[in-house]
T-cell receptor, first 111, second 119 residues
Framework: DAKTTQPNSMESNEEEPVHLPCNHS???????IHWYRQLPSQGPEYVIH???SNVNNRMASLAIAEDRKSSTLILHRATLRDAAVYYC????????????FGKGTHLIIQP | GAVVSQHPSWVICKSGTSVKIECRSL??????MFWYRQFPKQSLMLMAT?????????EQGVEKDKFLINHASLTLSTLTVTSAHPEDSSFYIC???????????????FGAGSRLTVL
């Protein structure tokens, strides 16, 4: 998997929006941008993914730069339950291999 | 949505014994499942890829004779830690890809994990 770069940690206040950045300057044309998160003592869970266009779902939004070399995961209104490690991962479309996890961003939510 | 179940969620065993962890896809068939290991305050490391009806593929540095993987059906893969030692204590997580989930984007569904403590 192509490499991604994320800040080690970020802190936000409850009920405020959170923007989690991810740099992926070596992304290839067929790579999807995936975001997963891992709550404490749990397995990772899928958050969102995209290829070129911005994406929205019930959990979050994904903003993808025009050159696709960076993306931002947006939590519109963070709650304490959103405190987790967020992983940005590139995956080739149709690929069948397991995901390669980096260190991710540890998101801390202050009440 | 796709659900992956792991059992047990935690297990404590004595050094030298073997421990089996089960991973089931509850509402979909998974020809391929993946096993990960996670040490405290570290990221997930892929251990092996489990293929239904064939031998598992292990990542470099993972002992295949120590971590036995069996994927006998389209909904069940098992990881057996043989002759466990304290250094094998870790959080073991499985995942699977539903063929109907975001086809082409390769989205994975993860189990809740199994915490192994070897005394």
């Amino acid at each position: 998997d192509a490499k991604t770069t994320q800040p080690n940690s970020m802190e936000s206040n409850e009920e405020e929006p959170v923007h989690l950045p991810c740099n992926h300057s070596t992304i290839s044309g067929t790579d999807y941008i995936h975001w997963y998160r891992q709550l404490p003592s749990q397995g990772p869970e899928y958050v969102i993914h995209g290829l070129t266009s911005n994406v929205n779902n019930r959990m979050a939004s994904l903003a993808i730069a025009e050159d696709r070399k960076s993306s931002t995961l947006i939590l519109h209104r963070a709650t304490l339950r959103d405190a987790a490690v967020y992983y940005c991962i590139l995956r080739p479309g149709g690929g069948a291999d397991g995901l390669t996890f980096g260190k991710g961003t540890h998101l801390i939510i202050q009440p | 949505g796709a659900v992956v179940s792991q059992h047990p969620s935690w297990v404590i065993c004595k050094s030298g014994t073997s421990v089996k962890i089960e991973c089931r896809s509850l509402d979909f068939q998974a020809t391929t499942m993946f096993w990960y290991r996670q040490f405290p305050k570290q990221s997930l490391m892929l251990m092996a890829t489990s293929n239904e009806g064939s031998k598992a593929t292990y990542e470099q540095g993972v002992e295949k004779d120590k971590f036995l993987i069996n994927h006998a059906s389209l909904t069940l893969s098992t990881l057996t830690v043989t002759s466990a030692h304290p250094e094998d204590s870790s959080f073991y997580i499985c995942s699977a890809r539903s063929s109907t989930s975001f086809s082409g984007a390769n989205v994975l569904t993860f189990g809740a994990g199994s915490r192994l403590t070897v005394l």
